[in-house]
């Protein structure tokens, strides 16, 4: 199958471009270290590279073969989902390669080369985590077979995506959405707008989510073992069959027999809801 890996062309980033990455590696660095979990904070070493600026996928790519058997490699935006299931469960980790303009520093449509490798390339050094990945891309090759991506879709959202851990008593963000968005990051963990739900992955997968604000629900993993373990253990296809037969969960929802660490107000979707 064609993979769509382009290259990186990383000699014709302009000055500008690298400093983009500067401004917002330096922001979300200082954000982070009270903020994100320990293994993300130990990851994030493997982006400081020899060379300033937006990393060279050659260089990062050698560090996570080394660490994990990873590497990371540019695709043109967006790609079809069988690809990018069949690049993870390789271990191949798929990154935009542009960067965004200064007027869209905060907010961004699609993916760049930030989120996608500021957010996504610490964790893929975690062993653990690294196993996840490769396991989902294979998951969701399966989940083509049953028609099923849109509910295996909600699993990545949710975990990968906007995902949070427990730290002893409190929580701390790993998810790539939250860790590459200086407001995000704050909301996810400060704010009292959204709810905070144990993870659950039956749940998940019926629970809708918004791709255009802050999430209205972020589910809360143990550790990445969980998560894998999990993972691994669950037998999809008759999973994804006994799903069909239950209605979605709308965003902001909460069930009887979820287990909530914050019910959220909701304040924030609600005076979005009203402008
Ligand atoms: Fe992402």
Redesign the pocket.
């Known amino acids: 199958m064609k993979e769509w890996i382009i290259p990186q062309d990383w000699h014709s980033y302009s000055e500008a471009e690298h400093a983009m990455w500067d401004t917002l590696f330096a922001r979300q660095v200082a954000l982070l270290s009270d903020r994100a979990a320990p293994a993300f904070l130990e990851g994030l070493e493997v982006l400081r590279m020899s060379k300033p600026g937006i990393p060279d996928f050659t260089e990062l790519s050698q560090r996570l073969q080394a660490a994990t058997g990873w590497s990371v490699v540019a695709v043109p935006g967006l790609i079809p989902e069988e690809v990018f299931f069949e690049n993870l469960a390789n271990r191949r980790f798929v990154a935009g390669r542009f960067i965004r303009k200064p007027e869209q520093i905060d907010y961004l449509e699609e ?1 760049d080369v930030f ?2 490798v500021f ?2 390339a610490p964790l893929l050094v975690h062993p653990v985590f690294a196993d996840y990945m490769q396991a989902y891309g294979r998951g969701g090759l399966r989940s083509m077979q049953y028609g099923s991506i849109r509910r295996l879709a909600r699993l990545y959202w949710y975990t ?2 906007f995902g949070l851990i427990r730290d002893g008593a409190g929580l701390k963000l790993y998810g ?2 939250i860790a ?1 968005s200086a407001s995000e990051s704050r909301f996810a963990l400060d704010s009292d707008s959204p709810n905070r739900l144990q993870f659950d992955l039956r749940r998940i997968m019926r629970t809708e989510y918004r791709i255009d604000d802050f999430q209205q629900n972020y589910f809360v993993i143990d550790s990445f073992e969980q998560l894998l373990r999990e993972t691994l253990d669950t037998d999809f296809g008759p999973l994804y069959a006994e799903l069909e037969a239950l209605p979605d969960i709308g965003v902001g929802v909460i069930l009887a027999g979820d287990r909530v660490l914050n019910r959220g107000t909701q304040s924030h979707a609600a005076g979005r809801r009203k402008s």
């Open positions: 993916p989120h996608d957010g996504h990968v995506e790539a959405g590459s």
